[in-house]
C-alpha cells in the first residue's frame, strides 16, 4: 500500500490497473487474495474510488491512495505449520485476530 500526497495542482494522473474485480485465486484449498484499490483523498475531505483504468485531474493537498492485490494462499488455511504460525505473531506478521480467525490458532 502506498499513499501520495501531492504538492502542486494540476497534476495528470494516469492509472492502469488490473485485480480490481477479482480476488487473486488461492491453491490447494487456500484463501483468494486481496483486490487491488485506488483511492483520491481530496483536500476538502471528500474521497472517491478511482476504476482501474483512467486519468485523473490532482490538486496540491490531494492524496492518492493504491492497495495493490495480494497474492491468493497456498494449502488450507487451518494446516498451516503452528511453529511458523507463532514466530509471525510474535514478529508482527500477522495479528493475533488473523491467526485465530484465518488459522484457527487458539495459542
Known sequence: RK??????DDVLLSTNG????????????G????RTAYVIHRRDGSAE??????MHQLN????FDMTISGGGGWGKPEDRDRDVLKAEI????????????VYGYKG
Open 60 to 63: 496540491a493537498g490531494d492524496e
Open 18 to 29: 488490473d485485480r480490481h474485480q477479482s480476488e487473486p485465486w488461492g491453491l490447494s484449498g
Open 90 to 101: 510474535r514478529n508482527g506478521v500477522i495479528s493475533d485476530e488473523v491467526a485465530r480467525d
Open 3 to 8: 499513499r501520495y500526497r501531492v504538492l502542486v
Open 31 to 34: 484463501a483468494p487474495g486481496s
Open 49 to 54: 474510488k478511482v476504476d482501474a483504468s483512467g
